[in-house]
């Protein structure tokens, strides 16, 4: 890839996150950060993406497994959170969608 075109990124973010939305009752937040959100992505960066859930009886490397997306136009990096108070803090500066 030699040019990674930011509209489309975008446009691939919302529409993961509305299908998520869809999809999952137990999601309580979705943040994106990271390079792609401050503007500082090259051709080689990757999405940062969080699912903050409510509850989930699988261990935290297993979670991951029921939210990848099937297709995505660059690389990702996906963590999976059981909601806790402190955690807004520890993904400050995220994008909310």
Known sequence: MRYADPERIRRAVRDYAESLRATHPE??????????????????SDVDFCIIV????KPRRDRICDYLPLTFPVGID????????????????????
Request: net charge neutral.
């Open 27 to 44: 999601i309580r937040a979705l943040r994106w950060f990271g390079s792609w959100v401050k503007g500082s992505a090259t051709v080689g």
């Open 54 to 57: 409510d509850k989930s009886d």
């Open 78 to 97: 996906l963590f999976i959170l059981v909601e806790r108070p402190s955690l807004a803090e520890a993904i400050e500066g995220g994008v909310h969608l």
